[in-house]
């Protein structure tokens, strides 16, 4: 069962990122948390009558504060109940000292959006798979394999959102989905247990999450969508308060307003597509389990 917004934490640790991915939409800044903000949350939201269950340590990218990654990790294991703990990241600042915090931390689930040498040490990982516009089906499901080779089991399909998609894009999509698929079958009948992560990961916002959400500067929202490209005067919209709020209020959203503000008619289209190409998939593997 996913969590709910009530159940899911989301820690904005740092809104500056090492690389710039042409579709990632977020907006980026030379901003980070303050140890004092970040244990404030997590003293906040142990007070909550239901506490979260699944705390998410977002960026930017978070490894660029490896001391809040692990003060967060700490701090959560003691005041939450059996937290769950997710870090995306894109792996390209895991290194030894980071590797070994984690392996004595398997409650962290890591989660790559690129293929990394350290991700073989970790007990918890899962691949972010991106698939663009324009990338032909048996090139996406090559890389696939490639993934799939390299030790990883777990995977979470992502496509391009908030972009405009031709018609043609979207049939090549859908291919590449129906290929996929017949892998994920065959690697199934041959004693391969590989995970898709997409079948218990639902939010109100493609790409982004529900939940509680503390940003850099200790303000609090009901969606990390706020971080998209152009959102800072719909957002305001969307505060709920500041951090020691968290501890009382209810995790609500409505990010239609803010995808209306920062995106095109076309680029809102093309996510809805994308999306809808993404749940077929999705659940055309739920009925062959």
């Not at 899911?8 to 030379?30: K, V, Y």
């Not at 940003?215 to 706020?226: P, R, V």
Request: net charge positive; charged share 25%.
């Amino acid at each position: 069962m996913s969590p709910t917004g009530s159940d899911r934490l989301i820690l904005i640790l740092t809104r500056r990122c090492n690389l710039r991915c042409g579709w990632c939409p977020q907006e980026f800044e030379d901003r980070d948390m303050d140890l004092e903000t970040l244990n404030r949350a997590l003293e906040a939201a142990a007070r909550r009558a239901r506490a979260p269950t699944v705390v998410k340590l977002f960026g930017g990218e978070p490894l660029l504060r490896p001391d809040l990654v692990m003060s967060a990790v700490r701090s959560a294991r003691a005041l939450l109940a059996s937290p769950s703990i997710e870090l995306p990241t894109n792996g390209t600042l895991l290194d030894e000292k980071l590797c070994v915090f984690l392996r004595r931390h398997p409650e962290v689930e890591v989660q790559l959006s690129r293929p990394c040498a350290w991700a073989a040490s970790l007990p918890n990982v899962s691949f972010n798979f991106l698939l663009g516009p324009g990338e032909a089906a048996e090139r996406a499901c090559r890389r696939f394999l490639d993934v799939v080779t390299s030790g990883q089991r777990r995977f979470n399909f992502l496509p391009a959102y908030f972009i405009e998609w031709t018609d043609g894009e979207l049939a090549e999509l859908r291919r590449t989905f129906s290929g996929l698929a017949a892998l994920l079958g065959r690697l199934r009948g041959k004693g391969v247990p590989v995970e898709v992560e997409n079948i218990r990961r639902v939010g109100a916002t493609a790409l982004f999450n529900d939940g509680l959400v503390v940003d850099t500067d200790g303000s609090l929202y009901g969606t990390n969508a706020i971080l998209i490209r152009g959102a800072k005067a719909a957002s305001r919209k969307l505060r709920l308060g500041g951090v020691d709020d968290l501890a009382r209020v209810q995790a609500h959203a409505d990010p239609a307003p803010l995808l209306a503000a920062c995106f095109s008619p076309g680029a809102e289209r093309g996510t809805l597509r994308v999306d809808a190409a993404l749940t077929s998939f999705v659940r055309g593997l739920e009925a062959a389990r």
